[in-house]
Every structure is written in structure tokens, then in C-alpha cells.
């Protein structure tokens, strides 16, 4: 018999982010995966995200997941990381991410 550690903050909070994350809708999980690949954060958020989406249309979810993230990805302006553009950096995540997380935010 094995014995499950769950004093351990990494284990007990990829326990409960995972079984947070099967309560989101599939556009929200989503959502997640584009914050991702367009901020580079919460990497592990849009893994399990992406896991649980395709868990999801394993069981017959017909909402097209790839499609919508291409599609949304493409509508999303290209932020090159250096110094001059920090400050245009924060005006666009402000102005059009931040919405985009709020339009599909349906927990």
C-alpha cells in the first residue's frame, strides 16, 4: 500500500488545479492554452488544459478546440521580447488580451 504525501505544495496544488480545471467550460480551457502561447504564462495551466480538452473530445465533446485556439491566435497581435517594446508590450496585453480572457471566462 502506497502512501499519497499531500503536505507537499507541488502535488496537492497540481491536485486541485487539475480538478479546478474540469469545472471550466471548454473555451475557457482554451483560453488558457492562447494566454499561453502569446504571454509564455502559466505553462502548466495550459498543459493540463490541453489534457483535459483532449480527454474531453475523447469522450465525444464536439467543441472543435483546435480550430477555435488557431483561429483566436490569429487575432492575436505578435509581441517580440525586448526592451524597447516593454512599454507597447503592457498597451497591448492590456487593451486586447486581457479582454480576450474575459470574453471566454465562463467558470
Known amino acids: 500500500m502506497s502512501i499519497v504525501n499531500f503536505d507537499s505544495n507541488i502535488h496537492n496544488n497540481e491536485f486541485w488545479t487539475r480538478l479546478k480545471l474540469k469545472q471550466f467550460c471548454s473555451r475557457s480551457l482554451a483560453a488558457n492554452v492562447i494566454a499561453f502561447r502569446v504571454l509564455f504564462i502559466n505553462k502548466k495551466v495550459s498543459l493540463y488544459s490541453m489534457e483535459e480538452l483532449f480527454y474531453r473530445k475523447s469522450l465525444g465533446d464536439d467543441f472543435d478546440y483546435e480550430l477555435f485556439i488557431n483561429s483566436e491566435m490569429s487575432k492575436m ?24 480572457i474575459k470574453k471566454y471566462d465562463y467558470r
Do not use: H
Open 77 to 100: 497581435p505578435e509581441i517580440k521580447n525586448n526592451n524597447q517594446n516593454s512599454g507597447l508590450i503592457k498597451n497591448i496585453i492590456n487593451r486586447n488580451i486581457s479582454d480576450f
